[in-house]
């Protein structure tokens, strides 16, 4: 038997509904914060753990709960969240470091290891007023960015690809081609300065 023509109505609308919530869920990228119990004793994070800051001394390794997944040698610290599949898109305020690089990374990357330094990361890194793409210690320079506040990172599990954008012009900068192996995690080293995530953003109309 047919529903009412109210009741089908009702039924559509509360379909398109759920549709356009699983739409934007698709859309929406992933959600973290920065995980205490990888950064390195130079780090603090703050802001509910979304954001770090460089500390030229830092903490006393002594001082600092023991962890193996802290890291030992390099100011890193990585994200709570790790992705294998789907497209993600985050941003990055960067305005108040001169020195820093940003990414992702294996999620068992090796904890006294640096993130660009090997192929267990992707990075694009700032440092000397420059941009650089950073793969196993090799650098590409990036042109046309200059010295933004913000910057946007999408991440595309699938076609194997992260990408640097202009949140202003909503536009990709450059791509790394990657090579994931399995999970990864947003990944961040500093060292000066501060650095603050904004995730939980749906990835820009046109990326």
């Known amino acids: 038997m047919a529903l009412p023509f109210a009741p089908s109505l009702l039924l ?22 920065l995980e205490e119990k990888t950064a390195h004793s130079s780090l603090a994070l703050f802001k ?8 030229m001394v830092g903490l006393e390794p002594t001082k600092v709960a023991l ?3 802290r890291f030992r040698e390099w100011a ?17 305020t960067v ?13 068992d990357i090796s904890r006294d290891s640096c993130i660009g330094v090997d ?12 941009w650089h793409t950073m793969l196993a210690k090799e650098k590409t320079p990036i042109e046309g960015i200059g010295q933004p506040e913000k910057v946007g990172l999408l991440l595309d599990c699938e076609a194997q690809k992260l990408s640097l954008v202009d949140v ?13 192996r399995g999970p990864v995690v947003p990944a961040f080293a500093l060292w000066d300065g501060e ?13």
């Open 12 to 33: 559509c609308r509360w379909g398109a509904k759920r549709l356009g919530i699983a739409a934007a869920e698709a859309r929406r990228g992933i959600t973290f914060r």
């Open 48 to 55: 509910g753990d979304t954001g770090v800051k460089y500390g």
């Open 67 to 69: 962890n193996v997944e």
């Open 76 to 92: 890193v610290v990585l994200a709570d969240t790790a992705v294998t599949s789907g497209r993600h898109y985050w941003e990055v």
């Open 95 to 107: 305005k108040r470091s001169q020195q820093f690089r940003i990414g992702v990374a294996d999620a």
């Open 119 to 130: 192929d267990h990361s992707w990075v694009f890194t700032y440092a000397h007023r420059k």
């Open 168 to 180: 202003t012009r909503v536009a990709v900068v450059h791509t790394l081609q990657t090579s994931f």
């Open 195 to 207: 650095l603050l995530t904004h995730s939980g953003i749906e990835v820009p109309e046109g990326l």
